[in-house]
């Protein structure tokens, strides 16, 4: 027999592994210099992505099975205080039970630098809710948070959690190396350590793909306790797609995002 205390206790627990899991498309900081003293921050002549890309992706968890569906996509352009913006946004739905959760997340990017203007994220959960925007001031050289909060930026060429995702695809790809990440637009959130590793393998629902693997050691102290570890498994044909993503978090366990379709052009995006 199930207790109405058990049936409580039961939805508070699923309520916190979907909002945990809904935290795995938002939690890496980003930019980077090479140990070797090599620097990334002069983009490709093509960006591997383009305005109108969709990526949809299934959602499992280790402790609930496949939970829900995420999506990453390019929108845009916006024009912003005369400068041509695109927008990425990443959105994903879960649900257990009776139990639901969602979060969005949007970055306003200079595509030609590909540098954030603003970040804005929203979670919803029986836990609780959310939400965390940040303006970016380029001129003045700092971040304003809604809160209030104000502090100088960490780069020049800022970036947040999701617009990372993406300069991560600008990343060369063709031999194993070891990085150091410094532009994150908050300073606590630097350095990051990313590491590109051995070619593997991928099986999709979308295909199967032959993808470098990619370690990030993720300094994000409200998704992890210490250090977190993102695994994303990146193709390496011109697309450069992120087709697997793994990472394991408090509670939840170990969560994957397997890419299930795409839409548009990928590579050869030419920058603005």
């Known amino acids: 027999m199930v207790t109405a205390r058990h ?68 929108e845009g352009p916006v024009m912003e205080q005369g400068v041509p913006l695109w927008r990425l946004v990443s959105e994903m739905q879960a649900r257990r039970a009776f139990v639901r959760a969602s979060d969005r997340s949007s970055s306003w990017v200079d595509a030609e630098r590909l540098a954030t203007r603003r970040f804005e994220k929203v979670e919803r959960s029986p836990l609780g809710s959310g939400t965390e925007r940040v303006e970016i001031d380029a001129v003045a050289g700092v971040w304003r948070g809604a809160d209030g909060r104000e502090s100088p930026l960490a780069s020049p060429q800022p970036l947040d959690e999701l617009s990372f995702l993406y300069f991560l695809r600008t990343l060369p790809l063709d031999a194993e190396g070891t990085f150091n ?80 379709s795409r839409v548009g052009t990928c590579a050869g995006s030419a920058n603005p």
């Open 7 to 74: 049936s409580t206790h039961a939805s508070r627990t699923h309520a916190r592994c979907l909002l945990l899991t809904l935290a795995l498309l938002a939690s890496s900081p980003g930019g980077m210099d090479a140990q070797s003293g090599a620097t990334t921050d002069s983009l490709p002549g093509r960006l591997p992505f383009g305005l109108g890309e969709v990526l949809d992706y299934q959602v499992h968890v280790s402790l609930g099975g496949n939970i829900g569906r995420g999506q990453m996509r390019v």
């Open 181 to 260: 990440l410094t532009r994150h637009y908050d300073e606590a959130r630097n350095p990051t350590l990313v590491s590109v590793g051995a070619e593997e393998t991928v099986q999709t629902p979308s295909g199967t793909f032959t993808t470098r693997m990619v370690v990030m050691h993720v300094r994000d102290p409200k998704h992890y306790k210490g250090i977190g570890l993102i695994k994303v498994n990146v193709d390496l044909s011109p697309c450069r797609l992120p087709v697997r993503i793994v990472s394991r978090m408090p509670i939840v366990g170990t969560t994957t995002l397997t890419l299930i």
